[in-house]
């Protein structure tokens, strides 16, 4: 089997009892499975839930908490117990283990995306297996969303994986609700998420966790979109992470293009904050979108924002105001509007090389 960089997300249904609290039977089974990967060869990254249910009940909580402050404090706790119970599991099959703890603007930050990106590397290169999981104890609007799906499609996105395995309760996806509907089908396959398979997924999924299809599907969109495939399976399926990697699993498979999006493209589609804005005329809209071709001074018809060389800014076509993408400006707006003034038409605005059009 070729060796891989798999990226395994597990969801705090897959880690938990009936009562919330953190199951070691349902743990080892987990890291059992990922410690065979790495004996295989693959370079395994695990993004797990399970901060909270494992602390609630040291802090005298008779049941997962409800109010943010109180689910903060135990993730605060529970965060050192999860990595106590992954590393004793881990130790045993003889492979090093690390916590990462992010939120969402280490990736929105290039320094500290690119940082992130070799000290993965270094873990990844040196056989131990990264344990990543959101900050919860400040990151509120995460916490109380519980978006470990997006911060695994982002890991996964950003470390070129070549699988990104979402375990959760159930077996995939299906048309409908399978335990409401009865004639609802599983779906093996799918081509693309669209905008209408979004709305048509649900809400929250089990009462122990805080995720749902609706957040798995925005997380398979995302990877998908830089070249990661995704694979939705049950954690209640013998075996069902090695499966995944083997094809025998059964669970919903998410085709990714087959080229795999660039690290500086990522960081740029889906995290770095635009600057200002370029509109753009028919000629200019035509040559980004159709003919893949640089973008020139003399296609811009009017600025915004106080951007400075090197800054991401976000281009428009006039009239419309069509978004077309986002890409790097090789100048300030004053140099820019100089460039304009005086014609000098041979220069590059943005080089194609630093673009990701909307349709990429």
């Not at 990714?256 to 770095?272: D, E, S």
């Not at 991401?312 to 100048?331: A, D, M, P, T």
């Amino acid at each position: 089997m070729e060796k891989q960089t798999i990226v395994v997300k597990v969801g705090t249904s897959s880690l938990t009892k009936e009562d919330g609290s953190l199951s070691q039977e349902q743990v080892t089974g987990i890291t059992t499975q990922l410690a065979e990967l790495c004996h295989m060869g693959h370079r395994v990254i695990l993004v797990s839930s399970g901060a909270v249910a494992a602390g609630f009940g040291r802090l005298g909580f008779h049941k997962r908490p409800t109010r943010i402050a109180d689910k903060q404090a135990a993730a605060a706790v529970g965060q050192g117990l999860l990595m106590e119970e992954y590393t004793r599991e881990f130790q045993r099959a003889q492979i090093p283990c690390a916590q990462i703890l992010l939120n969402r603007s280490d990736f929105e930050d290039r320094r500290r995306y690119k940082n992130i990106f070799s000290s993965i590397s270094v873990l990844l290169n040196r056989g131990a297996v990264p344990i990543i999981n959101e900050n919860d104890t400040i990151a509120i609007e995460e916490l109380k969303l519980g978006d470990n799906d997006t911060l695994s499609a982002q890991v996964a996105a950003m470390m070129h994986a070549d699988l990104l395995i979402l375990l959760t309760d159930i077996d995939g996806l299906y048309t409908a609700n399978p335990t409401k509907d009865e004639n609802a089908r599983h779906i093996d396959v799918v081509e693309k998420v669209t905008d209408d398979l979004l709305k048509a997924a649900g809400g929250a999924g089990s009462s122990n966790g805080t995720g749902g299809m609706r957040t798995k599907l925005t997380a398979a969109r995302l990877a998908t979109k830089a070249g990661v495939p995704v694979f939705i399976c049950s954690s209640r399926e013998e075996r069902s992470i090695l499966g995944a990697v083997a094809g025998t699993a059964q669970g919903t498979y998410f085709k990714a293009p087959v080229h795999n999006m660039k690290t500086r493209l990522q960081w740029m589609a889906f995290y770095a904050q635009s600057m200002g804005n370029l509109y753009v005329d028919e000629g200019a809209a035509d040559a980004l979108q159709k003919y893949e071709k640089s973008l020139l001074p003399r296609g811009i018809a009017a600025m915004e924002g106080d951007f400075q060389k090197g800054d991401v800014v976000s281009v428009f076509r006039r009239g419309s105001h069509e978004y077309l993408g986002k890409g790097i400006v090789n100048y300030s707006r004053q140099e820019l509007q100089t460039i304009i003034c005086e014609k000098k038409n041979q220069t590059e605005a943005i080089n194609r090389d630093n673009w990701i059009g909307e349709k990429n």
